[in-house]
């Protein structure tokens, strides 16, 4: 049976796409070309920060100096959190070997890429979290070295409990400098850094497009696009709660999607009629971008049961699942595609962007079908290798050369051949293509 749309959204991701992609690509040709001048000019054009790049150690622990007692014990409980869940994960990593027949053994090994970016978006909110996020998990995996950059406000630098978190959680070196400029000088190496091997972390549009050009050169977490999130909820949900749930990530922009699923219309109405007076408690620029969202790119969707309610999760594959509902193993076990789950109301979307652990760089706009979020995987490469007796070779050596003819690859035929030839100069083989 189709699901009822009680509240439908007007725009979609795929609606709202400006144009960046010819700018970015300009940004990026020109500081590849100009160096460490041309996003110094970027730098000084788009953040106004005319002073040092690298943060000195000095800066920083001017930085340290400023954030107060109570937001550093903070942001130590979220850092340990986060690192202990990365540890978690980092143990679930195995090197292994087997021996594939008698005298053929095979493995493979766990390598940290050698230089990782990070960047922490500025702009409107200061993204504490997103230092923590990126950097301890890039740490955790054993990343040699590690960049990160932020950017910075006029004639202050980067904020001083950004520069506090990037310091605690290991970062090696600090940019003062974000956008595209501060993306191309860690993919590029500018100011005496190493070229990165990954860039993780999200950002505006600007930054994601620029992210987006460059992978293949580099790595990246992920595309990103607005971040979204869906609670599902029954009728024994507090509808002042998922209100709440919703209008919370609603405030991230004015494009970010948040969804209702429920199959009671009486939860479902209940909400709808709370939002609007939600939106109105917070700030001004907080309530603007809530009020759009919500307006735009909400949707309240209503289902026959508990099956079809995991039939749309699963359709939509949401960044961000909220289950309030009742029997939360069952969510657990019959969900599939989510970048994180939140279950039950004692947690929330909140928890998992600032101090709960998992992490909070996830897949957007469906991505959920196919990847995961950020984690210590990421920043590691999933190596293999081999090994051989010569008696382990001959079976291999003689089912190699006789696929690679079928397959009209002489040459890779020939480099079998040569071992039987060596190892075995008394035996005969027939080593023909047969089809």
Known sequence: MPVTYLKTAVKTAETDQSDVQQ????????????????AT?????????????????????????QVPDQLKSDIRFAHDNIGRFAEAQRSTIQDCQIDVIPGLTAGQRQIPVSAAGCYVPGGRYSHIASAIMTITTAKVAGVPHITACSPPKPGAGIPAPILFTMDLCGADVILNMGGVQGIAAMAYGL???????????????????????????????????PTDSMVIADASADP????????????HGYNSPVWLVTDSEALANQVRALVPGLIAQLPK???????????????????????????????????????QAKNLDWWLENLSSYGSLFLGEETTVAFGDKAAGPNHVLPTSGAARYTGGLSVHKFMKTVTWQRATREGAKPVAEATARISRLEGMEGHAKTADIRLEKYFPQETFDLRATS
């Open 23 to 38: 700018t970015v690509a300009d940004m990026l040709h020109a500081i590849e070309g100009g160096g460490e001048k041309a």
């Open 41 to 65: 000019e970027y730098c000084r054009a788009f953040d106004g920060w005319d002073g040092d790049i690298v943060a000195g150690r000095d800066m920083i622990d001017a930085a340290i100096e």
């Open 191 to 225: 100011f005496g850094l190493p070229k990165a091997d990954i860039l993780v972390g999200p950002g505006n549009q600007f930054v994601a497009e620029a992210k987006r050009l460059l992978f293949g050169q580099v790595g990246i977490d992920m595309f990103a696009g």
């Open 240 to 251: 002042t709660v998922v209100a709440w749930d919703l209008v919370g990530q609603a405030e």
């Open 285 to 323: 620029i907080n309530a603007q971008n809530a009020e759009a969202a919500w307006r735009d790119y909400a949707e309240i969707i209503l289902c026959v049961d508990r099956d079809e309610m995991v039939q749309t999760a699963d359709r939509y594959a949401p960044e961000h699942l909220h289950v």
